[in-house]
């Protein structure tokens, strides 16, 4: 039998006028949703994704303009009946929901707005139907958030009040731009629970369009893969993420740090950046960065398949070959068990003091311990919040400690350190665009840290600066190249290359790819991996994504409201026993082709910023194993679990030794 | 950076005009400026006087270009002092925290609250006038102003990851100021600096204006503006001359201020006094 | 929001305290005496001498400082030295004068300026945007003391509409007579200041249309007239809450300078009368007071500004 989709997309293309011309932001995109069905439409920044979702909204704004050859919904025409659909019978979900939701009206009017303007209900009606449906998303005390304004919740709950709102007039189509990216992983898990849920409980169409592969394998039944304004694959989820057919899928999905693969498999970068978007190029755009990319690759092409679309001219002959795996160099220096950095009980607190203000401060870091051998990697897990920059910052002394010691190379470090320890321990930030100074050239950006470590100068400074570029695998050429001529994955390079000049034995690597897209990511991530086995560099590698940090760390600290709770040997931390916290942590991680998992899935309630008090366990307001009283007065013991793993738990240990694996 | 936008052009050519009629004045006048000539009083603009003759029957288009060099001297000279005085307590203030800090911005709070015009008369209300005084008593005003755009952009750089790579290799309090923060902190005080010649320059007249500027028989354009109150009927021209080149001069002033800040800092779009 | 008052409110109690004393110390502690300037340079001594005693100033500083200050909390703000009287019914008449100058000018630049700013947001680009942007430019470069020379040549000396000059209370002249009288200075004084308003209304008004939370009502479907009168409107009038305040500044230097040109006896006027008859009491009881109105006038901003943003309003977290 064949019905009519809900939706359907056909040929839509999609130019912005800008000064440079006009930017061909989409080009034939095709895509159809049946009724119930789950669309994900996957792409990397600047691939267009969002643009799909404001052309289907008719909300695309000036300088845009569309043609298409269809653009149905339920049979209507979009680009006429847009302006009546939408919030009625199509809701939205965008990306940040503190930007989504109106500052200045209350949660519970915003959620009413649509049964209002829709349903013509009265105000009174409304809010109380507001009400239920904010019950509805997982709204503890729903009646009392309605009369509360955007501030006053957490990520995770205004989220719900913006699906409780896109939901309001009991849509069939529900479109959700990143509705989870802005959100920690733990309170993202909870919200896909609420998506799917929908799904299946009220049969509500979806087109998710995310970055995050995991996420659309969890909810979603058809992908699209967007490159450049294009449709490269189509097909149901499963088979293309297990079998990827156009080459560009197969990098992305190649260049993912998986949980489940464990730390020494090798990512696979994509060479190259975007095209240039104002002189689309009539054969395959993806060209230019493919391995398998022949000259006949430049002919005008066309999606092709049955069940499954792939714009690629060579897909049946490339058919089970790998992405090539850029080689390692070999491993010259392995962790060696000594200690060189030594941190016991750092503490510090923001806030308070002030002439007129005084507030208690807020615990950032609160005593915590770290050892971090030569050559090894730790990485330090932790959602937004947790103190873990904060740690960072104090481990090298660039903060104030408020107490606490720190040993370095067996050497006590001061509060005000020694320049030569500020040569051996450097830092690498998250954010390619701050870490660079906007008005020193890549030259000056390296040469400073050499003549300021007295390691070269002139002539010599010039060949040492050639070969940190060398060491970041960029050309000498970018010597002359200020920040804003370089691409994100470029600059993040010259930050590394800078905390390399003085030849640190340690460096703290503070989300230093977070900031990244994942084909991006990966080179960075190689490259990291590369200098710790050449170099022997030591990091601290702090990051939210526990994929990431599986993939780099030989042993991993699980942080949570300013104290470490897990830490051991990445393998350890990885399996069981776990903290309940590392639990919940991994079992939140949306991972690539695990859609069985459901079963054993641990979710956690509410936030951190739920939190209160600071008696007793931290967790344990939110702890789904709580045992009673003890966790919420008692600071709980430090177990032992062999020699290098240490759960800081109430629960008899052989309780957390029985525990599942969190993991596919 | 982008290519110049053509209204920054015509304002910085009318002012460049402005600045090069101001300086040759004293040799391309046509008259002396303070030449009484009783016989021809209050005449109206001709060939001979191009802005007619004032009630001394001084010649007014001298006047004005005699007066152009004070009204300058108002604007620029003014804001160098807020300049030179307001960002280093900025960058003091946002480089000592704590109670450096405190005293500085508190100060800073209290002489806002008292508004320009306001604060100006207080300076000038005791002490004999004179151009020198009017100068600086503007440039006193504006102090506050610069020395909270100074610390806001220093603050915002500090926090930039790049300064704080600075510190983790140990650089001192100097270079992280000389090299790491002034090349970035120029475009937005440039673009501060010039929209706020502008104000100086209508502060600065309006209180010479008031008689707290230079006294006659100086030539200031906001004091001939005064001046010829008691003949706006008979002629008008006397006022109406030094009042067009002072709009004039403002207008391309503001111009050049709005195009340096849509050049060098476009964050800053739309923001107002 | 009961510890942000409190905290506004000492704040403004410091800022007249600081004043008093920047007011004191300025007029004492600059170079020349008093009562030289006050009798002029061929004052003999002993009329010098007699002059510091009936004023107080052979006292040590402290002493005067306290003896003036506390008169003015007692409200009184001594003798003036030009006109017989004493200074706290003078400036009260004078102000009252102003308080009309004022309060017509700004509520005329708040609803018109704002006004305008909507309408240049709403319809950017179009060809009363791009003029209102023009004459933006020019009415904010113009002085105010130009702007009174081109309106009494225009409208009193050629036209001769109206008057050019003085003042005529309600009670003597009828409405029309004491309208007559205001017409003039009220429009030199909004013209720079409309501009200024409605410039950074527009450009807070376009930020508001261009936030998420904008497009987001739009996607409910919601009609654009709701979208801008309920989300936009609303979040864009605060900073011009803000910017209101600041005018209020600009507004009182405007009437010091508006009033000397159309020779209207309110404060402004006595404030310039005062320092050209270097009558010292008379001048430092307007400038205290018309810090006081400012000060007021940025309180009543801020407090406005807390009642309509809910950021400030309502604290705590919920759920």
């Given at each position: 039998m064949v019905t009519d989709p809900l939706l359907s997309i056909q040929g839509l293309s999609l130019q912005y006028a800008t000064q440079r011309g006009a930017v061909h932001a989409l080009q034939d995109v095709s895509l159809a949703i049946p009724r119930g069905g789950a669309m994900g439409l996957v792409g990397e920044s600047g691939s267009g994704k969002s643009s799909v979702v404001l052309a289907l909204l008719g909300l695309l704004g000036e300088g845009a303009s569309l043609t298409c050859d269809a653009l149905r919904f339920d049979g209507e025409d979009l680009r006429e009946a847009a302006a009546r659909l939408r919030g009625q019978r199509i809701g939205v979900v965008f990306q940040d929901p503190a930007a989504a939701l109106n500052p200045s009206l209350t949660i519970g009017f915003q959620v009413a707005e649509p049964l209002i303007q829709h349903?013509?209900?009265?105000?009174?009606?409304?809010?109380?139907?507001?009400?239920?449906?904010?019950?509805?998303?997982?709204?503890?005390?729903?009646?009392?958030?309605?009369?509360?304004?955007?501030?006053?919740?957490?990520?995770?709950?205004?989220?719900?009040?913006?699906?409780?709102?896109?939901?309001?007039?009991?849509?069939?189509?529900?479109?959700?731009?990143?509705?989870?990216?802005?959100?920690?992983?733990?309170?993202?898990?909870?919200?896909?629970?609420?998506?799917?849920?929908?799904?299946?409980?009220?049969?509500?169409?979806?087109?998710?369009?995310?970055?995050?592969?995991?996420?659309?394998?969890?909810?979603?039944?058809?992908?699209?893969?967007?490159?450049?304004?294009?449709?490269?694959?189509?097909?149901?989820?499963?088979?293309?993420?297990?079998?990827?057919?156009?080459?560009?899928?197969?990098?992305?999905?190649?260049?993912?740090?998986?949980?489940?693969?464990?730390?020494?498999?090798?990512?696979?970068?994509?060479?190259?950046?975007?095209?240039?978007?104002?002189?689309?190029?009539?054969?395959?755009?993806?060209?230019?960065?493919?391995?398998?990319?022949?000259?006949?690759?430049?002919?005008?092409?066309?999606?092709?398949?049955?069940?499954?679309?792939?714009?690629?001219?060579?897909?049946?002959?490339?058919?089970?070959?790998?992405?090539?795996?850029?080689?390692?160099?070999?491993?010259?220096?392995?962790?060696?068990?000594?200690?060189?950095?030594?941190?016991?009980?750092?503490?510090?607190?923001?806030?308070?003091?002030?002439?007129?203000?005084?507030?208690?401060?807020?615990?950032?870091?609160?005593?915590?311990?770290?050892?971090?051998?030569?050559?090894?990697?730790?990485?330090?897990?932790?959602?937004?919040?947790?103190?873990?920059?904060?740690?960072?910052?104090?481990?090298?002394?660039?903060?104030?400690?408020?107490?606490?010691?720190?040993?370095?190379?067996?050497?006590?470090?001061?509060?005000?350190?020694?320049?030569?320890?500020?040569?051996?321990?450097?830092?690498?930030?998250?954010?390619?665009?701050?870490?660079?100074?906007?008005?020193?050239?890549?030259?000056?950006?390296?040469?400073?840290?050499?003549?300021?470590?007295?390691?070269?100068?002139?002539?010599?400074?010039?060949?040492?600066?050639?070969?940190?570029?060398?060491?970041?695998?960029?050309?000498?050429?970018?010597?002359?190249?200020?920040?804003?001529?370089?691409?994100?994955?470029?600059?993040?390079?010259?930050?590394?290359?800078?905390?390399?000049?003085?030849?640190?034995?340690?460096?703290?690597?503070?989300?230093?790819?977070?900031?990244?897209?994942?084909?991006?990511?990966?080179?960075?991530?190689?490259?990291?991996?590369?200098?710790?086995?050449?170099?022997?560099?030591?990091?601290?590698?702090?990051?939210?994504?526990?994929?990431?940090?599986?993939?780099?760390?030989?042993?991993?600290?699980?942080?949570?409201?300013?104290?470490?709770?897990?830490?051991?040997?990445?393998?350890?931390?990885?399996?069981?026993?776990?903290?309940?916290?590392?639990?919940?942590?991994?079992?939140?991680?949306?991972?690539?082709?695990?859609q069985g998992r459901a079963k054993s899935r641990i979710r956690l309630k509410g936030d951190v910023s739920s939190a209160q008090g600071s008696a007793g366990c931290r967790f344990a307001h939110r702890c789904p194993r709580h045992m009673g009283a003890i966790c919420d007065t008692v600071t709980p013991p430090m177990l032992a679990f062999g020699a290098s793993h240490q759960i800081a738990c109430h629960l008899p240990a052989e309780q957390l030794a029985a525990m599942p694996l969190a993991l596919g | 950076m982008n290519s110049i936008p053509r209204t920054l052009w015509v304002g910085g050519v009318i002012v460049g005009g402005i600045v090069i009629l101001a300086i040759l004045g004293p040799w391309i006048a046509p008259f002396e400026p303070d030449a009484f000539n009783v016989r021809s009083r209050l005449q109206p603009p001709s060939v001979i006087h191009w802005f007619g003759t004032d009630e001394f029957g001084r010649d007014v288009f001298s006047r004005v270009l005699a007066g152009a060099h004070h009204s300058l001297l108002m604007g620029f000279g003014a804001t160098a002092i807020s300049l030179a005085i307001g960002v280093p307590l900025g960058l003091i203030a946002a480089f000592r925290r704590g109670w450096t800090e405190e005293a500085i911005m508190r100060g800073v709070d209290l002489m806002i609250s008292i508004p320009p015009v306001l604060l100006g008369l207080l300076i000038l209300a005791v002490t004999e006038p004179g151009l020198g005084k009017t100068i600086l008593a503007v440039g006193l005003v504006y102090v506050p102003i610069m020395t909270r755009v100074a610390r806001a952009v220093a603050l915002d750089l500090l926090a930039e990851d790049f300064v704080e790579a600075a510190r983790a290799r140990g650089e001192g309090g100097y270079h992280i100021l000389v090299r790491e923060i002034l090349p970035n902190a120029w475009p937005p005080l440039i673009v501060e600096t010039a929209l706020r010649i502008t104000f100086a320059i209508l502060l600065g007249s309006a209180l010479s204006f008031l008689g707290l500027g230079p006294q006659p028989p100086d030539s200031e354009w906001g004091l001939m503006i005064a001046e010829s109150r008691p003949f706006i009927s008979e002629a008008p021209w006397i006022g109406l001359a030094p009042g067009l080149c002072l709009c004039v001069l403002l207008i391309a002033v503001n111009i050049v201020g709005e195009g340096l800040r849509d050049l060098l800092d476009p964050r800053l779009r739309g923001r107002g006094h | 929001m009961a510890g942000f008052l409190a905290r506004?409110?000492?704040?403004?109690?410091?800022?007249?305290?600081?004043?008093?004393?920047?007011?004191?110390?300025?007029?004492?502690?600059?170079?020349?005496?008093?009562?030289?300037?006050?009798?002029?340079?061929?004052?003999?001594?002993?009329?010098?001498?007699?002059?510091?005693?009936?004023?107080?100033?052979?006292?040590?500083?402290?002493?005067?400082?306290?003896?003036?200050?506390?008169?003015?909390?007692?409200?009184?703000?001594?003798?003036?030295?030009?006109?017989?009287?004493?200074?706290?019914?003078?400036?009260?008449?004078?102000?009252?004068?102003?308080?009309?100058?004022?309060?017509?000018?700004?509520?005329?630049?708040?609803?018109?300026?704002?006004?305008?700013?909507?309408?240049?947001?709403?319809?950017?680009?179009?060809?009363?945007?791009?003029?209102?942007?023009?004459?933006?430019?020019?009415?904010?470069?113009?002085?105010?003391?130009?702007?009174?020379?081109?309106?009494?040549?225009?409208?009193?000396?050629?036209?001769?509409?109206?008057?050019?000059?003085?003042?005529?209370?309600?009670?003597?002249?009828?409405?029309?007579?004491?309208?007559?009288?205001?017409?003039?200075?009220?429009?030199?004084?909004?013209?720079?200041?409309?501009?200024?308003?409605?410039?950074?209304?527009?450009?807070?008004?376009?930020?508001?249309?261009?936030?998420?939370?904008?497009?987001?009502?739009?996607?409910?479907?919601?009609?654009?007239?709701?979208?801008?009168?309920?989300?936009?409107?609303?979040n864009a009038l605060l900073p011009t809450i803000t910017i209101l305040a600041v005018d209020v500044g600009i507004l009182i230097g405007g009437i010091v300078v508006v009033e000397s040109v159309f020779a209207f006896p309110g404060l402004g006027r006595m404030l310039i009368y005062a320092i050209d008859h270097q009558d010292i009491p008379l001048m430092m009881g307007g400038m205290i007071v018309i810090t006081a109105i400012y000060a007021l006038a940025n309180l009543a901003a801020d407090i406005l500004y807390a009642v309509l943003n809910p950021r400030i309003r309502v604290t705590g977290t919920a759920g």
């Open positions: 349903q013509g209900l009265s105000r009174e009606a409304a809010l109380a139907r507001a009400v239920t449906l904010l019950g509805e998303m997982g709204i503890p005390r729903a009646a009392e958030i309605a009369r509360a304004y955007p501030h006053q919740l957490s990520g995770g709950m205004k989220q719900r009040a913006v699906i409780a709102t896109a939901l309001a007039c009991e849509p069939e189509l529900l479109l959700l731009d990143e509705p989870t990216t802005a959100l920690d992983v733990t309170v993202e898990a909870q919200i896909l629970d609420l998506l799917e849920k929908l799904r299946r409980e009220r049969g509500v169409s979806m087109l998710l369009v995310s970055h995050n592969l995991g996420i659309v394998d969890r909810l979603c039944d058809e992908l699209t893969v967007l490159y450049a304004g294009r449709v490269v694959e189509q097909g149901r989820c499963a088979p293309v993420l297990a079998v990827p057919s156009h080459p560009y899928t197969r990098g992305l999905l190649a260049a993912l740090p998986r949980l489940d693969r464990g730390r020494m498999a090798r990512l696979v970068p994509i060479p190259g950046g975007l095209p240039d978007l104002t002189q689309p190029m009539p054969g395959c755009n993806f060209q230019p960065r493919c391995p398998f990319a022949l000259d006949a690759c430049g002919a005008p092409q066309l999606l092709q398949g049955e069940a499954r679309l792939s714009r690629c001219h060579r897909a049946a002959e490339i058919e089970g070959e790998a992405w090539p795996i850029p080689e390692a160099p070999e491993a010259v220096a392995r962790p060696i068990p000594t200690p060189l950095l030594v941190a016991e009980g750092l503490a510090r607190s923001f806030g308070g003091g002030g002439l007129f203000r005084r507030r208690a401060g807020t615990r950032a870091v609160d005593g915590v311990s770290l050892t971090i051998g030569r050559g090894e990697v730790l990485g330090l897990v932790g959602e937004s919040g947790c103190g873990k920059s904060t740690l960072g910052r104090l481990v090298l002394r660039l903060i104030s400690a408020d107490a606490g010691h720190i040993r370095f190379d067996g050497q006590a470090i001061l509060p005000e350190p020694s320049i030569a320890f500020r040569r051996r321990a450097q830092i690498v930030f998250q954010n390619p665009d701050s870490s660079l100074n906007p008005r020193q050239t890549v030259d000056e950006a390296l040469r400073r840290p050499l003549i300021r470590f007295g390691i070269a100068s002139g002539e010599e400074a010039t060949r040492e600066v050639e070969r940190l570029l060398e060491l970041v695998r960029l050309r000498p050429d970018y010597r002359s190249r200020y920040p804003h001529q370089m691409s994100g994955g470029e600059k993040q390079r010259i930050g590394i290359a800078r905390a390399l000049a003085s030849r640190p034995d340690f460096l703290v690597c503070d989300e230093a790819v977070s900031a990244l897209d994942v084909s991006v990511q990966a080179a960075v991530l190689n490259l990291l991996t590369d200098l710790r086995d050449t170099l022997g560099v030591a990091y601290l590698f702090i990051s939210h994504d526990i994929g990431v940090v599986a993939h780099i760390a030989d042993r991993i600290a699980v942080m949570y409201r300013g104290a470490v709770v897990e830490e051991g040997l990445a393998a350890q931390v990885l399996a069981p026993p776990y903290h309940p916290y590392t639990e919940a942590l991994l079992s939140a991680v949306p991972v690539v082709g695990a | - | 506004r409110f000492l704040s403004v109690v410091f800022v007249l305290w600081a004043m008093t004393v920047m007011v004191f110390a300025i007029v004492h502690i600059l170079p020349g005496s008093v009562a030289h300037m006050i009798l002029g340079e061929y004052a003999t001594n002993a009329a010098i001498a007699e002059m510091e005693e009936r004023l107080g100033l052979n006292l040590p500083l402290y002493e005067q400082y306290w003896r003036w200050f506390s008169g003015l909390m007692r409200g009184d703000f001594g003798q003036s030295l030009t006109m017989e009287r004493p200074v706290g019914p003078v400036i009260l008449e004078a102000l009252g004068r102003s308080a009309i100058l004022a309060s017509i000018s700004i509520v005329l630049v708040a609803i018109i300026g704002i006004a305008l700013g909507i309408h240049s947001a709403t319809h950017v680009n179009s060809w009363s945007d791009r003029g209102l942007t023009l004459m933006q430019y020019f009415f904010i470069a113009v002085p105010e003391f130009f702007w009174c020379i081109l309106v009494i040549i225009f409208f009193a000396v050629w036209l001769g509409w109206l008057p050019a000059t003085g003042y005529t209370p309600l009670a003597d002249g009828g409405f029309l007579g004491w309208a007559k009288h205001l017409i003039l200075p009220v429009s030199t004084l909004v013209l720079g200041l409309i501009a200024h308003v409605s410039r950074l209304t527009r450009s807070s008004m376009l930020e508001a249309i261009e936030s998420k939370y904008v497009l987001a009502a739009r996607a409910k479907g919601l009609p654009e007239r709701i979208v801008l009168r309920r989300h936009a409107l609303p």
